[in-house]
């Protein structure tokens, strides 16, 4: 369910790369009032500053491969540590792997919170595709730029992140819905699952 002791509205939004996780994100932080917290943009911003960490993430991610656990999981920690006051979190392109996972739920404990649920967005590899190499053509993204780079990460997304989903399910916290069709009818989707869950 979707209590948690401080009543805080902790959502994971799950899916392969190009489901609709950031475009979703950015509907949900307005309407729910909550803190998006994307690992993928708290390392690419980590880049654009030219950190250490920006420069060893950046040479994994243009090849479509996973940051290292302890490298994103410590910007979670920080993160969660700035934002004391939130009324919950949207948990964008984050836990990738069973041990961010475990890890993610060690810290809400910590904060005498939980995560209410997951949901994720189902997308056909194809579909994924398409809108990948749409988005490559002004994003900028290395990333999104060749075909056998996104194939790369929906497959690594199938052998590292699809079990995940298990993770939550044990925890009776996982809910699906498909994510092909228009971006406002997936969020109203969205909005029921939460409404429904809220206490
Ligand atoms: P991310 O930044 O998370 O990249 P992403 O999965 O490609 O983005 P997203 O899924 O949010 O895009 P969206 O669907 O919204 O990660 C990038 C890299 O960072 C990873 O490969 C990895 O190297 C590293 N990384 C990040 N987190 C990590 C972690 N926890 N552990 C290890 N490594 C990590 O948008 C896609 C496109 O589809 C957009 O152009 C959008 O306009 C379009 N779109 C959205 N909804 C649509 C709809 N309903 N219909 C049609 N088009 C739609």
Redesign the pocket.
Known sequence: SCENPRSMLNIVLF?P???????QSQKLIARYNLVHL????L?RSQITQGTELGLRAKK??DE????P?EV?IGMIESQLANNTEAAGFIF??????VP?AQSLDELMVRYDTGVSCMIALEVAEEELVK??L??GKTSGRP?DQDEAKIRR?VNVYNTETAQVAGYYAEQQKFHALN?????EE?FTQICDIIDQKQV
């Open positions: 899916g790369p190009g489901a609709g996780k950031g475009t994307s690992t993928g943009d390392l994994l991610m479509g491969l996973l940051v656990d994103v964008d392109g984050f836990p990738r792997t961010q809108r990948l749409e988005r990333d990460r994510g092909i069709g228009a971006i997936i």
